[in-house]
């Protein structure tokens, strides 16, 4: 059964940035397209970026390109993003996510339980 | 981008079917695939590829394309189904796209 376990959320200050992970086992991360989803507090699901299994190609949405960095280090099955300039309206739930197939253009298989970020001063 | 446009709620007895649409502009070259999001827990995909169901989800739950309009079917609804349900598509520049959700309530 797939494992995907998220970690690094906490309260940080507006401005600030912060790292999460998604640490993964059983089942092979380098073969499949990972991405991360949040939700905001009673809010809807909201896709914040995919990387393909092998780091080469990222995406994002065009609100949040260029302050959040999505990366991967397959040796340690491990999946990061990294966010910057945070705002209040990024606090949610962030969950990590397993594409079925390896560019990112499929189905979301596995979640992880997610980690929460808030953002206040 | 592309938009998808679901109900915000939907009520069904037990028993009964219940149908959880998400329309946009349109859906081609996209597969959409359906979300159920139990309060306190993580999604769960339950309908991939319009119509394939993983092999642990009930057979109660189908899904369907007609035109840029999926469907979401729930046969038999019981109440361990109340949740949130979220269709998710691609957009002409692979970007992942999630409707609105829609809150199903099993009464």
């Known amino acids: 059964q797939v494992q995907l376990v998220e970690s690094g959320g906490g309260v940080v200050q507006p401005g600030r940035s912060l790292r999460l992970s998604c640490a993964a086992s059983k089942f092979t991360f380098s073969g499949y397209a990972m991405h991360w989803v949040r939700q905001a507090p009673g809010k809807g699901l909201e896709w914040v970026a995919c990387i393909s299994y092998d780091g080469s190609k990222k995406s994002y949405p065009d609100s949040l390109k260029g302050r959040f960095i999505i990366s991967r280090d397959n040796s340690k099955n491990t999946l990061y993003l990294e966010m910057n300039t945070l705002r209040s309206e990024d606090t949610a739930v962030y969950y990590c996510?397993?594409?079925?197939?390896?560019?990112?253009?499929?189905?979301?298989?596995?979640w992880g339980q997610g980690t929460l970020v808030a953002v206040s001063s | 981008s592309r938009e998808l446009t679901q109900p915000p709620s939907v009520s069904v007895s037990p028993g009964q079917t219940a149908s959880i649409t998400c329309s946009a502009d349109?859906?081609?070259?996209?597969?959409t695939s359906w979300y159920q999001q139990r309060p306190g827990q993580s999604p769960v995909v339950v309908i991939y590829q319009h119509n394939k169901r993983p092999s642990d989800i009930p057979e109660r739950f189908s899904g369907s394309i007609s035109g840029n309009t999926a469907t979401l079917t729930i046969s038999g609804t019981q109440t361990m189904d109340e949740a949130d349900y979220y269709c998710q598509a691609w957009d002409s520049r692979t970007n992942v796209v999630f409707g609105g959700g829609t809150k199903l309530t099993v009464l």
């Open positions: 996510a397993k594409d079925r197939g390896s560019s990112g253009r499929n189905f979301f298989d596995s």
């Open positions: 349109k859906l081609d070259n996209s597969y």
